[in-house]
């Protein structure tokens, strides 16, 4: 059994759809297709809730728009015998969307179960509509088996009922292609909730993992991951292969090709990912795997990325304080990049994202608010208008080669370098530079690399 994943690029539009439907039906395994909802709808559903809060009654112009959408495609693409019964389905959807923004626009007030509930509809739509394109498929609806619970004012999975309602609602059936709309989830009450951004692709690895498929593939709009951002470096090549680890790397420094828990589920059950484009699917792509299974293949560079709005934040105290950081911004919500020591062995500084930049220095002025008092922690100091730019390759703790090469690059360079750490698990190498300096630092390392 295969799991396949379309996000919303791949069933934006009837071409697309076209080809989603050739990927398809040519499997000759049994296939589980997790599909988004159309590109740019969930969007579109936000900004429209948006609009009935404000009680800009122009929200009803936008629910006809996005129906029209829809069902031109159902013109375009469903079989004739089949349109009555979906397009009722459809019709009773938009109403109840409908009727939920005139909730919010009489309340004037977007509430975060409302806003799930709305962005809910366009996974529900789109799932509808593919099962209905494809010829054989059958429904499964993830409301009723993908399930979530509350932590840290967040829905996240809530793992092991999630696998028991999968088992029970995919065991015993008999199917060959099977339909799931991906991001959408229930909790323990049945309230309509969701995985977050990139749900889609999560829900996709939980199936996998769940189901013991042979391979999880990701279909998208680019031919895998690449060396480099192509839009900042014309030259970036395709990788063939990558570990777990050095997917999860770059797509924790930026690569924008799929939602980093993806790869959790199947990393655990050893489940190789492929990434492939919808739009040229003889493309060989990128595989995801077990670094132990590479035949040979010789451990190198795989790819620089960067993440173009970072602050760094250092502080100065003893050990037993700097010791706690680390987990005084984990449970703070504030994702840290790197962590480096600096000449001075009681400070250290944290590359951040400039957007949690804020939370982090409120996260350990409070925390450590009578330290500060006593002198025994200096207050934080931040430094903006950075980007963090990481070279990602397996192994480096027994790789030097790979760092000496980055070493030489930059000292052949005047880049000022405000920190550089090799971070754990010895998969990146993480370099902090002047915003204006991130194109070419990432253009050096390339260079040194892959040209």
């Known amino acids: 059994m295969k799991v396949l994943k379309f996000g919303g690029t791949s069933v934006g539009t009837i071409e697309s759809l076209r080809n989603v439907k050739e990927i398809v039906e040519s499997n000759t395994e049994r296939t589980v297709v997790v599909v988004s909802a159309l590109g740019g709808l969930t969007d579109r559903l936000i900004e429209t809730a948006k609009k009935a809060e404000r009680g800009d009654e122009s929200y009803r112009e936008e629910i006809v728009a996005m129906k029209t ?35 919010i626009c009489l309340l004037e007030e977007l509430s975060c179960r409302s806003l799930d509930k709305v962005v809910s509809f366009g996974e529900r ?13 059958r429904l499964f609806d993830s409301l009723t088996f993908i399930k979530t619970l509350r932590r840290f004012d967040r829905h996240v999975l809530d793992n092991d009922i999630t696998l028991q309602l999968i088992d029970s609602a995919f065991g015993d059936c008999d199917f060959q292609i099977a339909v799931v709309p991906g991001f959408i989830s229930t909790d323990s009450n049945g309230v309509i909730t969701n ?26 709009d680019v031919d895998g991951f ?61 595989r995801i795997h077990d670094v ?61 994202a400039s957007s949690e930049i804020e939370l982090a220095r409120t996260a350990l002025e409070t925390e450590f608010y009578a330290e500060i008092e006593t002198g025994e922690m200096t207050p934080v100091r931040i430094e903006e208008e950075l980007s963090t730019v990481a070279i990602v390759a397996d192994d480096l703790k027994n790789n030097i080669e790979i760092s000496q090469r980055v070493s030489k690059a930059m000292n052949a360079s005047d880049l000022d370098i405000r920190a550089w750490t090799v971070a754990a698990p010895e998969t990146s190498i993480s370099l902090v530079v002047k915003k204006d300096d991130r194109c070419r630092a990432l253009q050096l390392l390339h260079n040194e690399f892959f040209s």
């Open 125 to 137: 739509l789109s799932s509808r509509i593919v099962t209905r394109i494809i010829t054989g498929a």
């Open 195 to 220: 995985l977050g951004r990139g749900g889609s692709d999560y829900t996709a690895a939980i199936l996998a993992a769940a189901l013991n498929a042979s391979s999880l593939e990701i279909w998208t």
């Open 69 to 103: 959408r829809h069902t031109d495609i159902i013109e375009a693409l469903v079989p004739e015998e089949q349109r009555g019964d979906l397009l009722k389905d459809v019709d009773l959807l938009f109403s109840q969307l409908e009727r939920t923004y005139t909730g």
């Open 292 to 352: 132990r299974n590479r035949n040979g293949e010789p451990v190198d560079a795989k790819g620089v990325t960067s993440l173009a709005a970072t602050s760094l934040l250092t502080i100065e105290a003893q050990e037993n304080i700097r010791s706690k950081v680390l987990n005084i911004l984990s449970r703070s919500g504030v994702s840290v990049l790197l962590a480096t020591p600096t000449d001075e062995s009681n400070r250290i500084s944290y590359s951040i």
């Open 226 to 286: 690449m060396t480099a951002d192509p839009r900042l470096i014309p030259d970036a090549k395709v990788i063939p292969a990558l570990s777990f680890t050095e997917a999860m790397e770059l797509c924790n420094f930026g690569a924008k090709v799929i939602y980093p828990p993806t790869i959790y589920p199947v990393f655990h059950k050893n489940i190789p990912i492929f990434i492939k484009n919808t739009f040229n699917p003889s493309a060989p792509g990128t």
